[in-house]
């Protein structure tokens, strides 16, 4: 590619409104697994480039454009924090501009906790990619987090790896970002419980706490909310209906701002203590509701030994 630095409008970006290209910005830390997720990109038939510089994006889509090559019709490109601060900072509006050409962007963004990202580190003994700057490994951490703050806070869609296996980031961007082949709004609802954390991924937050607990009831305390015999107990309560109404009025007068704005990816976290009843029967009743109107809408049960990492779309209701 040339070396020159071209905005969205140049004759090159102007190229790129007249197809259907799909593009995804995938960055993220060092160690988040960002590699990983270009690699599924590419076996799910994206055109992969990596360590794109952000100053050359522009060029690069508008050249490519304007080829009109269908090889090109899916493409995720990586962006990570070697890159010049100003122009990791300039990045929001390259992608404003892409996007009023006519361009499907979507922006996704890899982390994980701090503690976690050294143990993959010392466990893999690479070089973190900042760290020839003369700073330790936890400092260049910190740094990087600075430097790719414009584009965590223009992220859609943020993916918190702490806890995840290469294999459940693998399903993970499956069900999530490559069944979202039509533009359009992808909602998750995921339940999880407050005394594990609250989801980093999450755009609303409910709190379920004060909600009747089956917990208490010791022949409903082993089962979780997908069981039927905790379902009546939950039907059964006019508080936790009058819950779910609230919710469900909030989903359905914001959901289509959501959508207006050109946003591609919501997810919406309903939490209760432990995430094992209230959170979960509220999840999937919300899903199965949002899917009559929408799709897709998937869900994520975090508390839920071997459903944490899946993600399902809703059993009933809805067309998919």
Request: net charge neutral; charged share 25%.
């Amino acid at each position: 590619m040339p070396g020159k630095t071209a905005s969205a409008t140049s004759p090159e970006a102007r190229a790129a409104g007249s197809g259907s290209m799909r593009l995804i910005i995938v960055s993220g830390l060092s160690g988040s697994g960002k590699t990983v997720a270009l690699h599924h990109f590419e076996d799910l038939g994206f055109y992969c480039i990596d360590n794109v510089p952000a100053a050359l994006l522009a060029t690069i889509i508008g050249e490519i454009a304007a080829t009109q090559d269908p090889l090109y019709a899916n493409l995720a490109i990586g962006i990570d924090a070697r890159n010049r601060a100003a122009d990791l900072a300039r990045l929001p509006e390259v992608v404003r501009d892409l996007r009023a050409r006519g361009i499907r962007v979507e922006v996704i963004f890899l982390h994980a906790d701090d503690n976690v990202l050294l143990k993959r580190y010392g466990e893999t003994r690479r070089k973190h990619p900042l760290s020839a700057a003369g700073l330790s490994l936890r400092e260049a951490i910190d740094r990087e987090r600075q430097l790719l703050g414009p584009i965590i806070a223009s992220a859609e869609l943020v993916l918190d790896t702490t806890g995840t296996s290469i294999y459940e980031l693998r399903d993970l961007i499956r069900r999530r970002v490559g069944a979202h082949e039509q533009p359009g709004l992808s909602i998750l609802v995921e339940s999880f419980g407050y005394k594990h954390g609250i989801p980093a991924d999450a755009d609303f937050v409910f709190d379920l706490r004060c909600l009747p607990n089956p917990y208490w009831d010791a022949s409903l305390r082993h089962l979780t909310g997908k069981d039927e015999r905790v379902v009546k107990f939950l039907e059964a309560s006019a508080i936790v209906q009058r819950m779910y109404g609230d919710i469900l009025g909030f989903l359905d007068r914001w959901i289509p701002e959501y959508i207006d704005f050109n946003r591609n990816y919501l997810t919406v976290a309903i939490g209760c203590t432990g995430g094992q009843h209230r959170s979960v029967y509220m999840a999937e009743k919300l899903a199965t509701e949002l899917a009559k109107r929408y799709s897709p809408v998937m869900t994520r049960h975090n508390e839920i030994p071997e459903e944490g990492a899946r993600i399902q779309a809703p059993q009933f209701g809805g067309q998919l």
